[in-house]
């Protein structure tokens, strides 16, 4: 077996990233929306939208051979224009969203079969990780730890006792040669309330998990078969249609079988059970990271370039402010002019502005269902 | 001589309304445009243009052959088709802005030439004035006054300290017939500071002056030649070739003499030296009036319609509000989403949106004035 650690700089053998695309991210309304949702938007302003960020994260690990991204059919276009090395095969789209471990599960049944000793490695495609370097070393441990059979799950060191995170428990050390960062999983918490966060987060032994699993290929099906057969059982017929078939005969088997796949996330249907059997390690992860779940969450992402507070998240020039702070992000070709504001929250589009607070960005899901309400789907 | 308040209802013999229509009411920015200012805007989604309102309060009065505007040239154009009854020759056009005193003074030389007996009263074309019927007996009073040769101002009831505003001080009662509310004027005050104010609203004896001038035109073109007699003879000049020459001629004569016509305001030229002499009234009006000023001042007058005491000022089912006050103006064809902000001032038009909030809405003015540093004159 080879040993991923000792190859620093370099692909993983053996090593396949699957980056599974979905979320109408309707908290970064209004631009994230149903037909271009938050991935395919740069949202700090880098030069590079999410996904292809994390395109450029995954690539020198596991090369664009070995980089699967599951999307919803919808999105395929968009994704193949912002990702235009993605190998045509290594794109499964969804005909409609089945959450996580469908997704998940079918591109480690599709990997299964091209390279039974793969390792696969699931992150998301909307999240922000400045720092590729110290990320690639947490993956390269993380590969490591997977090569032994656990499940492992890359634990970030919590920041503030957020409550809209799930939390991982860290154990006793793994002893697992190139991954010193390694640790047990001794049990998984939803989206803990304020004061079980802020006691988590006080004792240390908790980390934010932040949906990044790696686990060889035939470990994860495993534990799928034993947990959720049925589900096992369709995603092999998929991965197999979707590698040996003809299109349109393929096509009639995800017509088939998509809509009878168990609709559960990767966290209930493998990761919480499998830890409680002690199967899942934390790879305690050094780099920052961010969900960017809300306009809040984006506010602080971005630096303070002039000194005024206010961030303006898109061209400096059409914006005015005058003793303001905040974020303003000018997406409609037009002047945004701000008097007096504090931690306003100003969001200009085509079609839609929207002025709030940063306390208040998580109420932004509220307009979105007020818009549904009014039959305004055209805006969402 | 025929007495004005016996003819309630009817049209005023001899009375000439006057509007200039000028400012470019920056501090209604994004809305307010120098080519669109204030008085080509319903502000207050009336379904009539200030101008209009103001057309509309005076016609009754004046009739359309009495009534004259007097506006840049640049605005002509939208004037005329705002104003279809307005009658060719009774449209003065400004090459350039000279102030009151000469629009007012070019219209009162125009009048006075048609109409020996005329008395003319000067009304902004972007004041606001709800009740037409109260505002119609001021008028009338002025007029009974103006007759006996009197400067008068139409004095409004402070409902407030407000320093934005000039103030007359108001002296005994006049005996005029048809004019119980005429007392003399003993004196202007221009924009006074904050405890001045105070003490006039508090001391009962200062007015509003809201710029309402009603004077006989052989009277105020008297004061004018005795004030500034270069200007008067300039505006002879101008009204003469207006009314008898051909219009290739009258250019001649206006591109001549305009540029030589002393820039002042009428408070300065005539109001507040015949005031010192005694011969300038004051009709006490009874109605309320508004200059609206900025953002705020139109707020505090658009009726709370929902009970969220968030005023929209334009299409309601363009605008989603959650648990916030202030106005939204909605003009940019496009959803304006505000959550979880107070007294918030959001105006969207097709190429700017202004977000501030009431208490700063002066300060929109500063905008105005960045945008046109960084030569932005498109936006202004």
């Known amino acids: 077996m080879p040993s991923p650690a000792s190859s620093k700089g370099a ?26 949702p938050k991935f395919l938007h740069d949202l700090t302003s880098s030069g590079r939208t999410l996904v292809q960020s994390t395109w450029d994260r995954l690539v020198p690990l596991a090369t664009p051979e070995r980089l699967l991204l599951v999307t919803g059919e919808v999105h395929a276009g968009a994704v193949r224009g912002q990702l235009p090395q993605l190998e045509r095969g290594n794109l499964l789209l969804e005909p409609s969203p089945r959450d996580s471990m469908a997704a998940i599960g079918l591109a480690a049944a599709v990997v299964a079969r091209r390279d039974p000793e793969a390792v696969v490695g699931s992150f998301a495609a909307d999240h922000l990780i400045p720092d590729a370097r110290a990320f690639g070393g947490a993956v390269r441990q993380a590969v490591a730890v997977a090569q032994e059979g656990h499940v492992v799950t890359i634990g970030i060191q919590p920041t503030s006792a957020a409550t809209g995170f799930g939390y991982v428990r860290t154990g006793e050390p793994l002893d697992v040669e190139g991954a010193p960062d390694a640790v047990r999983a001794t049990g998984f918490t939803e989206k803990p309330d304020a004061a079980t966060a802020e006691r988590y987060v006080a004792g240390g032994d908790h980390r934010w998990n932040a949906g990044m699993f790696v ?12 947990q959720l057969p049925q589900l096992h059982a369709g995603l092999l017929e998929l991965a197999e249609a979707h590698e040996d078939l003809p299109a349109h005969k393929a096509a009639d088997v995800v017509e088939r079988v998509w809509p009878t796949l168990t609709k559960i996330a990767i966290d209930h249907a493998i990761a919480e059970p499998v830890a409680a059997a002690g199967g899942v390690a934390v790879v305690k992860g050094s780099f920052s990271w961010d969900d960017v779940g809300d306009w809040d969450a984006l506010a602080s992402l971005v630096p303070d370039l002039d000194g005024s507070s206010l961030r303006v998240l898109g061209d400096m020039e059409s914006v005015v402010v005058q003793d303001s702070t905040g974020v303003v992000v000018p997406r409609g070709q037009r002047t945004v002019a701000v008097i007096g504001l504090d931690d306003v929250v100003v ?33 969402l």
Do not use: I, M, Y
């Open 215 to 226: 686990a060889r290929a035939d470990v994860l099906l495993g534990h799928l078969q034993a």
């Open 11 to 36: 692909s993983l053998d053996h090593f396949w990233a699957v980056v599974p695309a979905g979320g109408s991210g309707t908290r970064l309304w209004p631009l994230s929306r149903a037909g271009a």
């Open 347 to 379: 969001v200009d589009t085509d079609d839609a502005v929207l002025v709030t607070t940063r306390a208040r960005a998580q109420e932004v899901k509220g307009v979105v269902e007020a818009l549904r309400a009014k039959g305004r789907g055209d805006l």
